[in-house]
Nanobody, 118 residues
């Protein structure tokens, strides 16, 4: 399966963005999926994850209450980001898997850059 993240951009502090992750290829199987982010000079950080049918979600502590992960259909996952802060600036990646460690994920897509200006 191939994943493509999109929706990043430049936004002011307090603004919102919605990221999309589209899966293609072997998509007859529904995967649990997650979002990670990586800022310059920092390790990849867990952001959010959602189970196969969307019944369970999990969030990193730094985004709880501000970000929401959801599934559009079997092939699409969204990340709604509200109340954005400069420290949310990073490249955001989607991948298939479940857990809060990058080692639990496969099929990493190309990232999308989110820049939050102060």
């Amino acid at each position: 399966v191939q994943l493509q993240a999109s929706g990043g951009g430049l936004v002011q502090t307090g603004g919102s963005l919605r990221l999309s992750c589209l899966a293609s290829g072997r998509t007859f199987s529904i995967y649990p999926m997650g979002w990670f982010r990586q800022a310059p000079g920092k390790e990849r950080e867990f952001v959010a994850a959602i189970t196969r049918y969307g019944g369970t979600t999990d969030y990193g502590d730094s985004v709880k209450g501000r970000f929401r992960i959801s599934r559009g259909n079997a092939n699409t996952v969204y990340l709604q980001m509200n109340s954005l802060k400069p420290e949310d600036t990073a490249v955001y990646y989607c991948a298939t898997g479940w857990g809060n460690s990058a080692n639990d994920y496969d099929n990493w897509g190309q990232g999308t850059l989110v820049t939050v200006s102060s």
